[in-house]
């Protein structure tokens, strides 16, 4: 591996606010993962791993060993292509991919290739990443997206293991919190530490040089996420399409993803009036987060609305009204069996949208809200494609109006349809393959037989 890289100027004060932040997380470690079991955020067998300790039923394979790492579902999903294709090309290698939160752990583990270890993520203190790093010695840690962890990067740095970030990204907000004074020394250390950066836009490229990240490890090579969308469906996802398409048949369709708490409102609001319109109209509700089910249930219910919970596996009827899929890892099968489809966490002020490209990839017509965050890059990119690829509208009149176009006109259904799947086979035409030569080049150390086989 390449040596470490020297701390920057901008980044003198750094190794202090290092020293700080190490012990202010050796000191906390034991009370957040107690207030996070408490909370039911945790795996009730599995918490352990977040000490670094392994699982019991994966014992380390040999070195070398690549380290992924993503917090949670969207960027675990966006992280899946990568790990499929670093195990297409070296079989023998073993891999290891981390998440933080239940959700993913739900979904992913039935997704991994064969051979693929699958734990929970380290809390970012000092003695469960030296636990972790300790125990199975990763030659390559690729982080996704936002993960910038200091007790991880400089450790993997100590020892010489190379440390990338795919598809990398800071908020503003996060923006604005590294470049305070406090901040500042701290993320100029850890990002001089990184031996490659592939930023999913061109403004997060920027938002990283003006943290002082080397420029010679920046380079572009597309987002990731337009490869989540690009999986195609099993036997048994194609089963279940066959079934639903059946049960909807022959009625008007739409579906409303990843749909936050409070957004149901509008969801359901806007569901009223287009019954009035279409009688027959059915809504599949996908919420963002499965403890948000119970809520929309009880509002269901105190409405009379005639709906369906997914999880019940009870067939649709031609008085079915709302469709609710209160069960994990369906979304992309369910983009399938619908035209239309209302990407969520963008109808209100304090969210940031979500990934369009899965129903993009579906076919779908898609709409969303105004406030869609760092997703706005990938609208745009759809846009300069074809400008029907994506709608976008400002609220809950504008998304009616919409609704009411595409459900009653044909062509222009299937025109944006046709422009979305379009947009969406050009934007990820080779975007797993180009991430993948980068991370060859930059942090993989070719002495190795194994990567050279």
């Known amino acids: 591996m390449r040596p470490a890289r020297a701390a920057s100027p901008a980044s003198r004060g750094g190794w202090a606010l290092y020293e700080l932040y190490r012990a202010a997380s050796r000191a906390a470690a034991p009370g957040v993962l107690l207030w996070r079991r408490l909370q039911g955020l945790e795996h009730p067998t599995r918490w352990p791993e977040r000490l670094g300790r392994p699982s019991a039923a994966r014992p380390r394979p040999g070195s070398p060993l690549v380290w992924f790492h993503a917090v949670s579902l969207g960027e675990g999903m966006a992280a899946l292509p990568v790990v499929r294709h670093c195990v297409r090309l070296h079989p023998d290698l073993p891999v290891l991919l981390t998440t933080t939160t239940l959700s993913s752990f739900e979904v992913i583990k039935d997704l991994l290739p064969d051979g693929v270890i699958y734990q929970f993520a380290p809390l970012d203190c000092p003695n469960a990443i030296d636990s972790f790093i300790g125990y199975w010695k990763p030659s390559l840690v690729l982080l996704l997206e936002s993960e910038l962890w200091p007790n991880l990067?400089?450790?993997?740095?100590?020892?010489?293991?190379?440390?990338?970030?795919?598809?990398?990204?800071?908020?503003?907000?996060?923006f604005n919190h590294w470049s305070m004074p406090v901040g500042f020394p701290l993320v100029a250390l850890m990002l001089s530490k990184l031996s490659l950066v592939v930023p999913l836009s061109t403004i997060q490229a920027v938002r990283f040089q003006l943290l002082h990240t080397p420029p010679g490890i920046i380079h572009f090579a597309g987002d990731l996420k337009y490869a989540v969308g690009d999986v195609h469906a099993?036997?048994?996802?194609?089963?279940?399409?066959?079934?639903?398409?059946?049960?909807?048949?022959?009625?008007?369709?739409?579906?409303?993803?990843?749909?936050?708490?409070?957004?149901?409102?509008?969801?359901?609001?806007?569901?009223?009036?287009?019954?009035?319109?279409?009688?027959?109209?059915?809504?599949?509700?996908?919420?963002?987060?499965?403890?948000?089910?119970?809520?929309?249930?009880?509002?269901?219910?105190?409405?009379?609305?005639?709906?369906?919970?997914?999880?019940?596996?009870?067939?649709?009827?031609?008085?079915?009204?709302?469709?609710?899929?209160?069960?994990?890892?369906?979304?992309?099968?369910?983009?399938?069996?619908?035209?239309?489809?209302?990407?969520?966490?963008?109808?209100?002020?304090?969210?940031a949208g979500h990934n369009i490209s899965e129903a993009a990839a579906?076919?779908?017509?898609?709409?969303?809200?105004?406030?869609?965050?760092?997703?706005?890059?990938?609208?745009?990119?759809?846009?300069?494609?074809?400008?029907?690829?994506?709608?976008?509208?400002?609220?809950e009149f504008e998304l009616l109006q919409t609704l009411k176009e595409l459900l009653g006109d044909a062509s222009t259904l299937g025109a944006r349809q046709r422009a979305a799947k379009n947009a969406f086979s050009i934007m990820s035409d080779g975007v797993v393959n180009r991430v993948w030569n980068l991370v060859s080049r930059f942090a993989i150390d070719f002495q190795t037989d194994t990567w050279n086989s």
């Open 362 to 395: 579906a076919g779908c017509a898609v709409v969303t809200g105004p406030h869609v965050g760092h997703f706005y890059h990938m609208l745009v990119e759809m846009w300069q494609i074809n400008p029907l690829a994506v709608k976008q509208v400002s609220g």
């Open 153 to 174: 990067i400089m450790s993997a740095a100590t020892k010489g293991i190379a440390v990338a970030l795919l598809n990398a990204r800071l908020s503003l907000k996060s």
């Open 234 to 351: 099993g036997e048994n996802q194609v089963n279940e399409i066959n079934d639903l398409q059946q049960q909807f048949s022959n009625r008007p369709l739409w579906m409303a993803a990843s749909i936050h708490r409070g957004e149901e409102e509008v969801i359901l609001r806007v569901h009223d009036e287009l019954v009035k319109m279409y009688p027959a109209l059915l809504l599949i509700l996908v919420p963002r987060h499965p403890e948000d089910c119970k809520n929309i249930f009880l509002a269901l219910k105190k409405e009379k609305v005639n709906f369906v919970l997914r999880s019940t596996r009870e067939v649709v009827s031609s008085t079915t009204r709302v469709y609710m899929v209160d069960t994990l890892g369906e979304l992309r099968m369910l983009y399938r069996v619908t035209p239309v489809a209302v990407i969520g966490g963008s109808f209100l002020p304090g969210l």
